[in-house]
């Protein structure tokens, strides 16, 4: 992805005409094959416009994005049919993208209709096959989408994304509109699957805990703009950005190291509560009020363990994107701001190994 931008027009009124919303104003990375770059920041920082614009759902308003080397704005033919089938979206809302009045079968078997992919008979064995290996049975292939429950949704969201055989997944929020308690189980069917397939995935989502578990690297979104990137252990363990460390500091119950300026890290939060995963594996796919272990863990974490604020917990309310702060976006929220903040946007910069930060004082 290079200096990637998507400005749109204000159309409400009272504003002045001419006016863009920034929804994302010149981002470059990277997305390594095999892996999983998580994607980070508040609601309204521009990640659901990046992963539809990576999708394919979104058109650029300049930028370039690269798949396999080659541009996908410059793509026609059976070279944009190819491109549609090896990057595939699953949505937040399973409920919204699924056809309701389509039976779950009909609905796997569509993708490859629309590509003209085999025979019906090959379409429906495959679709019997994926609802098998999100874990549902047959009998699902019968049932509308209300008949569902929300994790059952998400795994046929799942199943449908992987009906074309991608190989790049755009995830965006996939868990979010899910039950704590479920959570867990998609997440789990993600990496699964990732494994199973050899899947790239670009996984958006604005819960840190979540990101920490899926990702080997994550963008951290402000404003338009990624502001730090970096491995997974070395961004929640020493964060750099101001806005990274305040929203580490707002995970409830991470504990405090010290009083001092820095973010706790290190020791802290992320070294052990983190156990989404931890024994799920063996329990069976579909149980819905299953495991235990998730939601005993997060009561755990949201139980405040000191009484001290934490002096880098990020404060206020991100800036309208129409009326970008000047300088750097986030001086208005950053305890650290000093004049020249307010002048010049920060570069993104490389601190070492692959970490990469957008800020003059990290
Ligand atoms: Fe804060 Fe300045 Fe760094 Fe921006 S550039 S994050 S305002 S210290
Ligand atoms: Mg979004």
């Not at 549902?136 to 074309?164: K, N, P, T, V, W």
Request: proline share 7%; charged share 25%; net charge positive.
């Amino acid at each position: 992805v290079q200096s990637l931008v998507k400005h749109y027009p204000v159309a409400s009124q009272g504003l002045r005409r001419g006016r863009l919303v920034r929804a994302v104003d010149g981002i470059s990375f990277d997305i390594l094959e095999g892996e999983t770059l998580g994607l980070v920041g508040e609601s309204g920082c521009g990640k659901s416009t990046t992963a539809h614009m990576i999708a394919s759902l979104v058109r650029p308003t300049s930028g370039a994005i690269r798949y396999g080397g080659k541009s996908t704005a410059e793509a026609k033919g059976s070279e944009q049919r190819a491109l549609r089938r090896e990057i595939q979206l699953v949505f937040q809302d399973p409920y919204a993208s699924l056809n309701p009045r389509h039976r779950i079968l009909a609905v796997l078997e569509e993708p490859l209709r629309v590509h003209r992919l085999g025979d019906q008979r090959t379409r429906r064995k495959q679709a019997e096959e994926m609802l098998e290996l999100v874990g549902l049975d047959a009998s699902f292939g019968r049932r509308y989408a209300h008949e569902l429950s929300g994790g059952q949704r998400q795994r046929i969201g799942i199943a449908r994304a992987l009906m074309l055989q991608p190989r790049l997944i755009v995830a965006d929020e996939p868990v979010s509109a899910l039950d704590v308690s479920v959570q867990a189980q998609i997440l789990n069917l993600l990496k699964e699957m990732q494994r199973k397939f050899s899947l790239t995935y670009l996984f958006v989502s604005h819960d840190l805990n979540v990101v920490h578990y899926m990702s080997d690297r994550v963008a951290v979104m402000y404003l338009g703009k990624i502001v730090e990137i970096a491995p997974v252990d070395r961004i929640y363990s020493s964060p750099l950005h101001p806005y990274t460390q305040g929203l580490l500091a707002l995970i409830p119950g991470k504990r405090q190291e010290s009083r001092g300026g820095r973010t706790a890290s290190g020791s802290g939060a992320f070294s052990r509560p983190l156990l989404l995963g931890e024994g799920l594996s063996e329990l069976p796919a579909t149980k819905e009020d299953g495991p235990r272990t998730f939601s005993e863990e997060t009561s755990e974490l949201m139980a405040p363990r000191s009484e001290t604020t934490n002096p880098t917990a990020l404060t206020g309310e991100m800036p309208d994107p129409v009326s970008t702060p000047s300088g750097c976006a986030f001086h208005p929220r950053c305890p650290w701001a000093r004049e020249g903040c307010r002048q010049a946007v920060p570069p993104l910069q490389e601190a070492g190994d692959g970490h990469y930060v957008r800020c003059f004082l990290p």
